[in-house]
């Protein structure tokens, strides 16, 4: 089983940074694959990216060549470092621990909190 817990959201202007962390507990983090979703207000939650246990990543086009994906097994983490933020990128945003068939990210019954993205001037 694993517990995941997001930090790192905040309200940024427009081009600004931001970096969310996903701290996992449970000894399973590693043998997981760990995905990024993100939910609009009024809006669907949508996988981003997701990261393998081996370290292979994908990214959704909207955020390609902006977000990047990472973890460290060894801390029980997981990161995405957002550059270049748009007001569309305003969401709330969840990690999931799930897995990976076929090049597609299946998420498992894994969630954290959420933390809340706002990219305004």
């Known amino acids: 089983q694993v517990q995941l817990v997001e930090s790192g959201g905040g309200l940024v202007q427009p081009g600004g940074s931001l970096r969310l962390s996903c701290a996992a507990s449970g000894s399973a983090f590693s043998g997981h694959a760990i995905a990024w979703y993100r939910q609009p207000p009024g809006d669907s939650r949508e996988v981003i990216s997701f990261i393998t246990n081996s370290g292979s990543t994908n990214y959704a086009d909207a955020v390609k060549g902006r977000f990047t994906i990472s973890r460290d097994n060894a801390k029980n983490m997981a990161y995405l470092q957002m550059n270049n933020l748009k007001p569309e990128d305003t969401a709330v945003y969840y990690c999931?621990?799930?897995?990976?068939?076929?090049?597609?990210?299946?998420?498992?019954?894994?969630w954290g909190q959420g933390t809340q993205v706002t990219v305004s001037s």
């Open positions: 999931n621990a799930g897995a990976v068939f076929s090049g597609s990210y299946y998420s498992g019954g894994y």
